[in-house]
């Protein structure tokens, strides 16, 4: 099973791990007043990036929501990039311009950090429909929450995608609820896939804590994808361990079902798995944390000694810089 | 010198996207009704013929996910061209249009630019009553990241849409729905013009009359009214709503020292207040009397003809302000 060859799944463990530190340290810098504006974090949420971004090659696309650090991480921009960014500082990956709701990577072909719920949805759709119009075998992964599919632009990218048989992975993140909404308040019909049915699109649902489980289900889809078959909406269940924001005071749901839904922890989850088949000892997760911790500690540090853009650039990037 | 040929204003967009089809295979079409049907307002009409469904691609009805999509495809390397049939139904496509297009380049640090060229119609006269009808491009022209072009001569539909092809960023082209049957005469190797500038469409010595698309030609009529009684009006054609192109009004201006700003937006934070403001700021000391505006009356458009008319700025409304004012000093 590919999900068990060991190399391939003590990567998936440290960038699941990198994710997850790298988060907390976020939310501890946050609290610092390092980083400002808003900050949504995706613990718990680790194993749907990391098990997407293995089924996808260095010339697809990703588009994400501002929920995004994950996929950032899993696709490859470095901790330092993001962290920076986040500070505010000019070595950030968009120059401080975007930070945490806006990261954006022209290098790993990341396209947002798209902070309108459901609007990066037809970005997906166009990335995807100039492939197929200058005939390029790519695919484009669009990520977005349950809150999206009660938007107008879900049901218009969907259409868009399957009457145009267009090479885009829609993944939908179910982690229940909408902010502080519970799916079964806000659809009519609360299963995600199933809605693929009424665009004759492709679909499948897969528990979204089991990064194995995760990264099989991507890798059908991409298959069905790269065959011409058109497009797949995959819906991942899972679940957000933290607030929505850093201002959240989570009267929506109870500590109990948080607290349920920890014990099915997606690293902790591979842990076991990988323990069990004699592939992962104590020493050696200790040393993948050490790495991650350090990896983290290094993002702080360049963060720390970035430096802010002067202010005489405010205008720049308003409209394309064009050589005199 | 090439001959001119006799045209009109729809034959003129036409001639501009067959040519950006035929010279740059990045370039198509996309929007409600732009194949098949050959476009709302006839602009498209036998193109799906020529250059095909793949790049005459007719839309759901969906403005915010086809003009998203157009985003994306710019994103992705080709110059869509994106039809939305009217400017009130691009209020759907206000977010892709304001919240992505707008903005990729800057969030992202200026990484991705968004080479995009969004076409609509835009404007009252044809009785289309309060949701097809209304003047928002004044709106767009307050969203930094865009450039927003009114073309309102042949020249300029002609010209206007190559260029904007060619230009990095998200370009809004608002062609006036009355402007469509125009004739008129065109060179018959006329090409790309400059999207930049503003340009005095009759020169005069008395007074500045600042305008855009189809207020162009009521100004015109306006001037050559006056003209008969001795008042010699400039005609500003003001092409680019964003960036404005500040310096061909201020020099005129400074020559004639009365400013009347014709704009068929409303009153009310517009355009024309906009424009009003500039002038105060850059020029107030060269003003005999204050800038005065013509705008919209502030009604949602009304259907009746005699209130449409009412409701707009008119050639006899023009000649009236020009003469009161002309009195005053």
Sequence with gaps: ?324 | MSTAQKTTYREAVKQAICEALRRDPRVFLMGEDVGHYGGCYAVSKGLLAEFGPERIRDTPLCESGFVGAGIGAALGGMRPIVEVMTVNFSLLALDQIVNTAATLLHMSGGQFNVPIVIRMATGAGKQLAAQHAHSFEGWYAHIPGLRVLAPATLEDARGMLWTALEDPDPVLIFENNTLYNMEGELAENAGPVDIDTARIRRPGRDLTLITYSASLFKCLEAATILAEEGIEAEVIDLRSLRPLDDATYLASIARTHRVLIVDEGWRSGSLSAEISARIMEQAFYDLDLPVERLCSVEVPMPYAKHMEEAALPQVDSIVTTVRRMMHHG
Aim: proline fraction near 2%; hydrophobic fraction near 45%.
């Design chain 1, 1 to 324: 099973m590919k999900g068990l060859d060991k190399d391939h799944a003590i990567r998936q463990l440290r960038q699941m791990l990198l994710i997850r530190r790298f988060e907390e340290k976020s939310a501890e810098m946050y609290s610092a007043m390092k980083i400002r504006g808003f900050l949504h974090l995706y613990i718990g949420e680790e194993a749907v990036a990391v098990g997407v971004m293995a089924a996808l090659g260095p010339e697809d696309a990703v588009v994400a929501t501002y929920r995004e650090h994950g996929q950032a991480l899993a696709r490859g921009m470095s901790a330092n990039s993001i962290m920076a960014e986040m500070y505010g500082k000019v070595e950030g990956c968009c120059r401080g311009r975007g930070g945490s709701m806006h990261l954006f990577d022209a290098a790993t072909r990341f396209y947002g950090g798209n902070a309108i719920v459901g609007g990066g949805l037809p970005l997906a759709v166009g990335l995807a429909l100039a492939d197929s119009m200058q005939d390029r075998k790519r695919v484009t992964s669009c990520f977005f929450g349950d809150g999206a599919v009660a938007e107008g632009d879900f049901h218009e990218a969907m259409n868009l995608a399957a009457l145009w048989k267009l090479p885009v992975l829609f993944v939908c993140e179910n982690n229940l609820y909408a902010m502080g909404t519970a799916l079964r308040y806000t659809e009519a019909n609360q299963d995600i896939a199933a809605k693929g049915a009424a665009y004759g699109m492709a679909a499948a649902a897969v528990d979204g804590m089991d990064v194995v489980a995760v990264e099989a289900a991507a890798r059908v889809a991409v298959d069905h994808i790269q065959a011409g078959k058109g497009p797949y909406l995959l819906e991942c269940r899972t679940y957000r361990f933290r607030p929505h924001s850093m201002f959240d005071t989570e009267l929506y749901r109870t500590k109990e079902e948080v607290e349920q839904w920890k014990q099915r922890d997606p690293i902790e989850l591979l842990v076991g798995r990988l323990t069990e088949a004699g592939l992962l000892t104590e020493s050696e997760r200790a040393a993948l944390e050490h790495e991650v911790a350090a990896e983290v500690e290094a993002a702080v540090a360049f963060a720390e000694a970035g430096t802010w853009e002067a202010v005489e650039d405010l205008t720049r990037f308003v409209t394309t810089e064009r050589r005199a």
